[in-house]
């Protein structure tokens, strides 16, 4: 599963490190969804990133 969140606000990217999600380098469609983010002023809040986190059998 993979999400976009603000890095530095306590119940997002840090809630979401803790229940075992990583910052990724965003490609393909996640890397879609920041350009769009950005475009729509979404960035100008505060830094984002992707996360994402495996679930079941690799």
Same mark, same amino acid.
């Given at each position: 599963m993979t999400l976009c969140?603000?890095?530095?606000?306590?119940?997002? #990217?840090?809630?979401?490190?803790?229940?075992?999600f990583e910052v990724i380098e965003p490609h393909?469609?996640? #890397? #879609?969804?920041?350009?769009?983010e950005a475009e729509c002023g979404l960035d100008d809040a505060g830094r984002r990133v992707a996360m994402s986190i495996r679930f079941g059998p690799v």
């Amino acid at each position: 599963m993979t999400l976009c969140t603000f890095l530095d606000v306590p119940f997002n #990217a840090p809630f979401y490190r803790s229940c075992g999600f990583e910052v990724i380098e965003p490609h393909g469609k996640p #890397a #879609a969804l920041r350009r769009r983010e950005a475009e729509c002023g979404l960035d100008d809040a505060g830094r984002r990133v992707a996360m994402s986190i495996r679930f079941g059998p690799v």
